[in-house]
């Protein structure tokens, strides 16, 4: 078959050219078309004007122009610390660093702040909580140990013996007390009783330390240790009779006496 060969279109593909044609020649005798007007775009309102001069002036800062600054970080407050409340309920400042000469000072200084309050006349001896309101166990440990070397300094033989049962009168005799008063629903702590009843052995210390000296006049020796008998029921009375119901008063103080002529009469015996 040869490119100049034709081939006759069938008759309705002819008729769809035709008609085509004619569409594309009215389209152009009638113009182009009317595109419909846009809707014009609607009036802007107006905006009503707010005034704040009737609620004061406002605290709120305006807003910043950029969006890109950032606002100041502020710092949270500092929390207080209770290491340095010596006087307060927090803890007692760390002493585990402190020269050994602060921390000996420190306690021979409170051994004779409780002495003062609890042995010599002043205003503080009918409170109970302000008298031993910080008590210890060393005033008391030191005026035992030193009654019982002083009667064994005095006793002429078995010096050993001597101090090994002072030693445990006084420190037993401590502990029955003690609880002889918490027994009879005594107001008071354990130790703080203990530290009381071992402070209160002051007045025998010294009229020990004066038998000592003055072994060979007996009359001496019963003055001293009828004097230092007074002594320290007088400043253990207010104190274990504040300790327990008044009703029950007879109870607590009658041993506390019994064991402090135990001891005078010790000092007195020993020669």
């Given at each position: 078959m040869l490119?100049?060969?034709?081939?006759?279109?069938?008759?309705?593909?002819?008729?769809?050219?035709?008609?085509?044609?004619?569409?594309?020649?009215?389209?152009?005798?009638s113009g182009p078309s009317t595109v419909p007007a846009a809707k014009p775009p609607s009036p802007t309102r107006?905006?009503?004007?707010?005034s704040l001069s009737h609620y004061g002036p406002s605290s709120i800062p305006p807003p910043s122009k950029s969006s890109n600054q950032k606002s100041p970080l502020i710092a949270p407050p500092p929390i207080p610390s209770l290491s340095n409340n010596a006087g307060g309920f927090g803890s007692r400042p760390n002493t585990l660093t402190e020269p050994v000469y602060d921390t000996v000072k420190r306690d021979l200084m409170r051994i004779v702040n409780?002495?003062?309050?609890?042995v010599f006349p002043n205003p503080f001896r009918e409170d109970l909580g302000m008298a031993l309101r910080d008590w210890d166990l060393w005033g008391p440990f030191?005026?035992?140990?030193?009654?019982?070397?002083v009667l064994s300094w005095s006793a002429s033989v078995k010096k050993s013996d001597v101090f090994a049962v002072a030693f445990a009168l006084l420190a037993a005799g401590a502990v029955i007390l003690t609880?002889?008063?918490?027994?009879?629903?005594?107001?008071?702590?354990?130790?703080?009783?203990?530290s009381l009843l071992g402070y209160c052995l002051f007045p025998l210390d010294v009229g020990a330390l004066i038998c000592m000296l003055n072994y060979r006049n007996a009359m001496v020796k019963i003055i001293v240790v009828t004097i230092t008998l007074i002594w320290s029921s007088w400043a253990a009375y207010p104190f274990m009779s504040a300790a327990v119901n008044p009703s029950r008063k007879a109870l607590a103080l009658y041993p506390l006496f019994l064991?402090?002529?135990?001891?005078g009469f010790l000092i007195i015996a020993i020669n």
């Open positions: 490119h100049d060969d034709t081939i006759p279109l069938h008759e309705s593909s002819q008729s769809d050219i035709d008609e085509i044609e004619n569409l594309i020649r009215a389209s152009i005798q107006a905006s009503i004007p707010i409780n002495l003062k309050q609890v030191f005026f035992i140990v030193f009654l019982g070397l609880s002889n008063v918490l027994l009879l629903g005594g107001r008071i702590i354990f130790f703080q009783s203990l064991m402090y002529v135990s001891v």
